[in-house]
């Protein structure tokens, strides 16, 4: 599914305004504010990537024309270039104004096509501060506000460090539907740390994963049998970097990406801290998450340990925590989740017999467990894995039967919420499916009633 | 070829009409209760029609296009091949009704329930709380016919819920009355 399918409701979130001259009339109490100075130095580098880019490619090409290169031309080229890229970069951040007001965040950009988005602060469903290694350095962050429907261009970047966090603490104040004359003292509300993965368990986790090794062999075995079959030196580079980068993003990229992954609990939310370079800082308003998935690889079954994953409208972030004891992530799933428990194995009913005919083997890994709060499905023999999503979290309910699985008497029941993730019961007696997806439907129907409102401190 | 399949559409297209105007006849009294099976509701034959006809337009002209060739240049005995067409009409004509008989809905007190599919089966239900926006399109060829589609759209992408081929008043009422139930039980995220 793309964003162009993003329900119509949805995408009034973020009310965009490209016409040239929508031209906002700033009230008097909204304080129209800029981004940190040195923001219009953030795309420096494209030229010079588009240059050495260049320069990689066609070896030959640039070395030709490296030996044309004269003082004069590389003068005046560079008198050229660089004001020009100085003048789009102080322009563009001339023009770039964000503003808070009682109800929405507004950012007004745009040279020549204006563009205004109006982000509403009650439908916020996650705040990010994230701190690539150079902004670290510098002491700036950027700030993003997850609402279903905003895209890359929402974000403020770059703020400075101090300002992004008081800015963060305003943001939740105000969705939290405080007063507006007190939101600026609120500030950031205090955090209890649930949960720290030490770095000794994350790697110890990662080498106990299958991706890793896998495309670490890949990226051994391939170019070596290319080199012989071939003995081109450029198609195995051009096959061997990329696949080398894939199994670096998958073992290093991830250990430093889920470095001291702190999972803490505050009135504003959850909030999640990761990055040994680039340390993101993501706030997750209570009642936002949609649904919460337990992986479990093959060999972190003997340490007892888990993947938690979740998913939140809007949010790029699905990881709660990349690897916890099952006992402790089930604590914590337990506190964003009030009133949640996670179901024991034995809890789940397993699919009929008969279903080995439409899944062989794995057959046996599917189940279902419906508890008060949530509905649970199991999938997966080798690495098992959970799904849960809260009743009042599901959007529609399906049934969906094939015509091999009808020779069989078996369902499929599909319950689609609102981060775009469907949690699917596969293989269910087609008389218990159509019962569940009546009862889940009266089921989601009132587990919303007695659900926290949007603006949790109201 | 017009006129030897205009009969058919024409009788066989009443016939379902007239099945249609029998299942409808019960389908006004739409009880709202939580308990009881659900008053399904059929779709109107103008779809059925439609579709009939643009499958008889499609096939038809390629039997002759594939049958006089064959039987000038190649023998009387190859014209035999146009029998795949007509045969394909045959197939797609009976399963356009299964299909078209497949189709239904029901409006509860609470959600709507479609459920379509003869051998893909699919039966959806969404609560009318959960709605943030109805959609009533028509193509030009379903205004011609006097069709229009409603389509239901959830925070879910996923969630398909579509009732093609509707009476445009019948569209139009429902349309009104989700949207206004929708609003009365509205539930956001």
Redesign the interface.
């Known amino acids: 599914?793309t964003a162009a399918?993003?329900?119509?409701?949805?995408r009034e979130d973020v009310r965009k305004d490209a016409r040239k001259d929508a031209r906002e009339d700033p009230r008097k109490d909204v304080r129209e504010q800029r981004l940190h100075p040195v923001t219009p130095l953030r795309r420096a580098w494209a030229p010079i990537a588009v240059l050495l880019g260049w320069a990689v490619h066609d070896m030959d090409q640039a070395q030709r024309q490296l030996a044309h290169l004269t003082g004069a031309t590389l003068a005046i080229g560079l008198g050229v270039l660089v004001p020009t890229a100085a003048l789009y970069g102080f322009l563009t951040w001339w023009f770039t104004h964000f503003a808070v007001t009682d109800t929405e965040l507004r950012i007004r950009t745009g040279l020549f096509f204006r563009r205004t988005a109006h982000i509403r602060l009650d439908?916020l469903?996650a705040v990010d501060i994230t701190q690539p290694l150079l902004a670290r350095i510098i002491g700036v962050a950027k700030l993003k506000l997850d609402v279903?429907g905003t895209d890359k261009k929402d974000e403020l970047a770059f703020l400075g460090e101090g300002d992004a966090r008081a800015l963060r603490a305003e943001l939740l104040a105000r969705a939290a539907g405080f007063a507006p004359e007190s939101v600026r003292d609120v500030g950031e509300a205090p955090a209890r740390e649930l949960l720290r993965t030490p770095p000794r368990t994350l790697a110890v986790a990662l080498l106990l994963t299958g991706a890793p090794w896998a495309l670490l062999c890949a990226a051994l075995v391939v170019p070596t049998l290319l080199w012989m079959a071939t003995h081109n030196l450029w198609t195995v580079i051009a096959t061997a970097v990329p696949m080398v980068g894939a199994a670096f993003t998958n073992s290093a990229g991830r250990y430093i990406k889920e470095y001291d992954w702190t999972v803490g609990e505050s009135p504003d939310g959850l909030r999640i801290d990761h990055g040994l370079l680039d340390r993101v800082h993501e706030t997750v308003p209570p009642g936002?998450v949609?649904t919460v998935r337990f992986v479990q690889p093959l060999l972190w079954r003997r340490p007892g340990w888990v993947r938690v994953e979740l998913h939140v409208?809007g949010s790029a972030n699905s990881v709660l925590a990349p690897v916890a004891p099952r006992a402790h992530a089930e604590d914590v799933v337990a506190r964003i989740l009030p009133g949640v428990s996670v179901p024991k194995t034995a809890e789940f009913t397993p699919v009929p017999r008969r279903g080995r005919w439409c899944v062989p083997v794995w057959w046996r890994g599917y189940g279902v467990a419906v508890t008060d709060t949530v509905f649970a499905a199991r999938q997966g023999l080798l690495e098992r894995s959970i799904a849960l999503v809260p009743h009042a979290?599901v959007?529609?309910?399906?049934?969906?039967?094939?015509?091999w699985e009808?020779c069989w008497r078996v369902?499929a029941l599909?319950l689609?919420?609102?981060a775009?993730t469907?949690v699917t019961a596969r293989l269910r007696d087609a008389g218990e499916a159509?019962e569940l997806?009546?009862a889940?439907?009266?089921r989601?129907?009132t587990g919303?009633r007695d659900a926290p409102p949007?603006r949790w401190m109201a | 070829m017009e006129t030897g399949a205009a009969g058919p559409t024409g009788t066989a297209g009443a016939a379902e009409a007239a099945g249609a105007e029998a299942a409808g006849a019960e389908g006004p009294i739409r009880a709202t209760g939580?308990s009881g099976p659900p008053d399904w509701v059929g779709l109107p034959p103008g779809l059925l029609r439609l579709r009939r006809l643009l499958l008889v337009l499609f096939l038809g002209p390629l039997a002759l296009v594939v049958d006089i060739p064959l039987a000038v240049f190649a023998g009387p005995v190859w014209a035999a091949f146009a029998a795949l067409p007509l045969a394909g009409i045959v197939w797609g004509w009976r399963m356009t009704g299964r299909n078209w008989r497949s189709w239904r809905y029901a409006e509860r007190a609470?959600?709507l329930l479609i459920s379509r599919g003869v051998?893909?089966?699919?039966?959806?239900?969404?609560?009318y709380?959960?709605m943030?926006?109805v959609e009533v399109t028509s193509g030009p060829l379903e205004r011609k016919y006097g069709l229009a589609s409603l389509q239901l759209?959830?925070?879910?992408?996923?969630?398909?819920?579509t009732i093609p081929g509707l009476a445009p008043a019948e569209a139009e009422r429902l349309r009104d009355r989700l949207t206004e139930l929708g609003e009365a039980?509205s539930?956001?995220?």
Do not use: F
């Open positions: 599914m399918d993003a329900p119509e409701d949805a439908r469903q279903v936002r949609q409208a979290k959007q529609s309910v399906r049934l969906t039967q094939g015509p009808r369902a599909r689609d919420t609102g775009n469907t159509a997806l009546r889940q439907a009266d989601s129907r919303r949007d | 939580e609470d959600d051998l893909w089966r699919e039966e959806t239900i969404v609560p709380g959960r943030q926006l759209h959830t925070a879910a992408a996923a969630t398909d819920a039980r539930a956001g995220l």
